[in-house]
T-cell receptor
Framework: GQQVMQIPQYQHVQEGEDFTTYCNSS?????IQWYKQRPGGHPVFLIQ?????EVKKQKRLTFQFGEAKKNSSLHITATQTTDVGTYFCAEPKGNDKIIFGKGTRLHILP | DGGITQSPKYLFRKEGQNVTLSCEQN?????MYWYRQDPGQGLRLIYYSQIVNDFQKGDIAEGYSVSREKKESFPLTVTSAQKNPTAFYLCASWGRTITGELFFGEGSRLTVL
């Protein structure tokens, strides 16, 4: 079953506010991926984190991988309406399969 | 253009009928996957295949069947044994590139009446 726990399940923010979603695991992760799914769409890959303590940025998005490789976060600065959607973390299991968290659904209030 | 094609996009069926969802990819990926998505449940793995003529059960395989006769194709059959088949079904492929990303099709929304 799923081993990556994602919180919160839902988040409403005012446009321009920041947003963060967290992904936690009871076991050490080899690496972690993040995906975004727009309403009515399909998941699209955002990034993969591999190294302990890794921080990567994509414009207003900042991704972090914990020092113990048991947690990860996605932070969006100054949200825009285009950020609406569901954000998933996902754990690749070896070279075999990828298991997804339940996702955080982000709503932006204008 | 390389990608994954799922069909049909929307499907309505009566209870007790088997349904087959198509998934074709031209990305030359070895691995293919089927996920089911329900509101608030995220993506749950149904079946996956690493190579032709081989596939493995995921976390929720009961009531589903698959085949992998060609590298490009990985159809999913939702059988009458599936207790609650109404859902959004997503097919994906994995090229095991450096970025390790899954590529998804646009999904098939199945409604059982």
């Amino acid at each position: 079953g799923q081993q990556v726990m994602q919180i919160p399940q839902y988040q409403h923010v005012q446009e321009g506010e920041d947003f963060t979603t967290y992904c936690n695991s009871s076991t050490t992760l080899s690496n972690i991926q993040w995906y975004k799914q727009r309403p009515g769409g399909h998941p699209v890959f955002l990034i993969q984190l591999v190294k302990s303590g890794e921080v990567k940025k994509q414009k207003r998005l900042t991704f972090q991988f914990g020092e113990a490789k048991k947690n990860s976060s996605l932070h969006i600065t100054a949200t825009q309406t285009t950020d609406v959607g569901t954000y998933f973390c996902a754990e690749p299991k070896g070279n075999d399969k990828i298991i997804f968290g339940k996702g955080t659904r982000l709503h932006i209030l204008p | 253009d390389g990608g994954i094609t799922q069909s049909p996009k929307y499907l309505f069926r009566k209870e007790g009928q088997n349904v087959t969802l198509s998934c074709e990819q031209n990305l030359n990926h070895d691995a293919m996957y089927w996920y089911r998505q329900d509101p608030g449940q995220g993506l749950r793995l149904i079946y996956y295949s690493q190579i032709v003529n081989d596939f493995q059960k995921g976390d929720i395989a009961e009531g589903y069947s698959v085949s992998r006769e060609k590298k490009e194709s990985f159809p999913l059959t939702v059988t009458s044994a599936q207790k609650n088949p109404t859902a959004f079904y997503l097919c994906a492929s994995w090229g095991r590139t450096i970025t390790g990303e899954l590529f998804f099709g646009e999904g098939s929304r199945l409604t059982v009446l």
